[in-house]
T-cell receptor, first 112, second 111 residues
Framework: EAAVTQSPRNKVTVTGGNVTLSCRQT?????MYWYRQDTGHGLRLIHY???????QIGDVPDGYKATRTTQEDFFLLLELASPSQTSLYFC???????????FGHGTKLSVL | QQKVQQSPESLSVPEGGMASLNCTSS?????YFWWYRQHSGEGPKALM?????GDKKEGRFTAHLNKASLHVSLHIRDSQPSDSALYFC???????????FGQGTILKVYL
């Protein structure tokens, strides 16, 4: 099965802090996504990418930057973290053969 | 307002019972629907997809799609405690487009 690895698993920072969430997939998928999960809102798309160097804006992009350095690696950057960004973050890659998303285990971020 | 609405918010069924989850879209561009399942402490995993009107059956799971009413449902027969999880409905307008997720339904299967 497709493997998506996120790091760190947990992160605590303070308001105004700088945070980078990392994601690596080893299945040669071109499409990768960053979602945040909040109770009552489900999964909301922050940014996504079609390949190295490509970046697309999702539905809730404010306060987030992303960068896709290689086909395998996709990063989410919070340069001035705010308490409203406290959430569970998931990275996913898409298998275009069956249109199935493969998710990582998530990163729990707390902004104090 | 979310473009994909799920109901109920939570559901409890006895082991061996039938669980029925519902999902309605407000965007007529959505043509492709998925169900994802998330166990506690894990990422969501794809359960099944449905792209055509009618029923699609995979083991104990049956999805039903009515494109005219933009309604999709998931029925789980012979529910097991391992089915206890958060279930998401997701939709997209075309192949490869970004998925929009509903807010989720919590299913609890009790002994």
């Amino acid at each position: 099965e497709a493997a998506v690895t996120q790091s760190p698993r947990n992160k605590v920072t303070v308001t105004g802090g700088n945070v980078t969430l990392s994601c690596r997939q080893t299945n040669s998928h071109n499409y990768m996504y960053w979602y945040r999960q909040d109770t009552g809102h489900g999964l909301r798309l922050i940014h996504y990418s079609y390949g190295a160097g490509n970046l697309q804006i999702g539905d809730v992009p404010d306060g987030y930057k992303a960068t896709r350095t290689t086909q395998e690696d996709f990063f989410l950057l919070l340069e001035l973290a705010s308490p409203s960004q406290t959430s569970l973050y998931f990275c996913a890659s898409l298998d275009r053969d069956n249109e199935r998303l493969f998710f990582g285990h998530g990163t729990k971020l707390s902004v104090l | 307002q979310q473009k994909v609405q799920q109901s109920p918010e939570s559901l409890s069924v006895p082991e061996g019972g039938m669980a029925s989850l519902n999902c309605t879209s407000s965007d007529r561009n959505f043509q492709y629907f998925w169900w994802y399942r998330q166990h506690s402490g894990e990422g969501p995993k794809a359960l099944m997809s449905i792209f055509s009107d009618g029923d699609k059956k995979e083991g104990r799971f049956t999805a039903h799609l009515n494109k005219a009413s933009l309604h999709v449902s998931l029925h789980i027969r012979d529910s097991q405690p391992s089915d206890s999880a958060l279930y998401f409905c997701a939709a997209s307008g075309s192949s490869g487009q970004k998925l929009v997720f509903g807010q989720g339904t919590i299913l609890k299967v009790y002994l």
